[in-house]
């Protein structure tokens, strides 16, 4: 779980978050769950394992302005040889304003496709949930 | 069609442009397009006409690196009352290496949908393509 | 004070954060510092008393890195009728890796210069620490 | 020079161009005047030449709102052994909004310092003016 403010940085002209920047939450969401799992990416990339991001969706149910306090929660599911999804979404008081799920694939250090190594694996499955999609 | 370098800005530590900057080249091609047939954002802000980002499909299909020329190009489909959608796709010597849509929603100043001025929406109608998603 | 990881969304090709991202680091830092003196910039804002930046200035000594645990620290000097120094300190393990200023004006809605408010300049004197720049 | 619209991403919910950005735009404007005197950044890095950002001064003297067709310029002061300075100013209409400077540092890939190769070198120093600050 992650937590933070709405600062300037975070909203465009219109008056609220602009829209690539919840993406930049769900980064946030996902390096901080997968911590608080036991996979640490930064000790994984000397390692030589990456995650790159293949697939994105997102749904913006709601707006985010300057100063609201947002909490952003990532979850599991799909987890495959060499892949998973993670389910993102961001709640202001409670309430469900932003989701979306990326599709990570793990590579090694040239950008190649490579298996999950098994400890990183364990414990994605250990926190797996039934697949579903945001929709 | 917007051309574009891949600057430091755009890129992160693995060396690659950042998932969510696509997002921001997508909106740079959306703004020129747009513009290239007659219809221009900032003067229909000034008529109270706004459009808002409600859902968003990202496809990376291969890396773009730092000082990478890349040429981004945007098309319309589904054009409702009130909605259009925007395929995005960008190119790096002639292959795409990244494709998405974003449903755009028309709002006026306080943020509430509504219909999209004829104008503005003829001119979406003589651009528009045969409908199809990035799959 | 505030504390954030370095992200992959802070760093760029070069494996370290950009530049730039360390003015992104200040607002959140003095957006914090402020709040915890009593002033809260949304607050403001509804009463018509908006921050701009005036000058930056931005001294980088060291780098950091994906993963990296920073602190911000923010102080205030000069404080003047319209305007106000912040004075930004970065540091990964106590030690100062980026070091900035940046002035402060105050503005209406209009983003016309005005005096600052009692209550609101009367915050910052009670921080006031003795004028000295970066260098 | 490097011309650009603003664009949504550019701005804040203050209706302006995000202060940070303006280094952004200072980077993308370094980088085509470097490539428009045969300084291509990209090329060098592939030799082991790399250039850091090491001190930044930006002034700000008017706002940039969505649409703005902005055009920045960068010019070259203070070539040394391992370092110059490039001064950068953004007009908007012919008129000057914001100004910088960034303080280069030529770096191995190790980040160490490390002489300006002769070529990179001889073609700053034909392009350098009388050193002056933005002040």
Known sequence: ?????????????????????????????????????????????????????????L???????????LEAHTSISDVKNAQFTLHHTILRDGQTITRGETLMVCVDAAGKPK???DDFKKRLLACQRHSMTTK
Not at 59 to 69: P, S
Request: aromatic residues 18%.
């Open 1 to 57: 779980m992650f937590r933070t403010r709405v600062y300037y940085q975070d909203t465009d002209a219109g008056g609220v978050v602009y829209f690539a920047n919840y993406l930049k939450l769900f980064e946030k969401s996902w390096f901080e769950y997968l911590s608080s799992i036991g996979i640490l990416l930064p000790e994984w990339e000397k390692e030589g394992t990456f995650l790159l991001v293949k697939k994105v969706l």
């Open 59 to 69: 749904d913006l149910l709601d707006k985010a302005r300057y100063g609201d306090e």
């Open 115 to 117: 298996r999950i190594p």
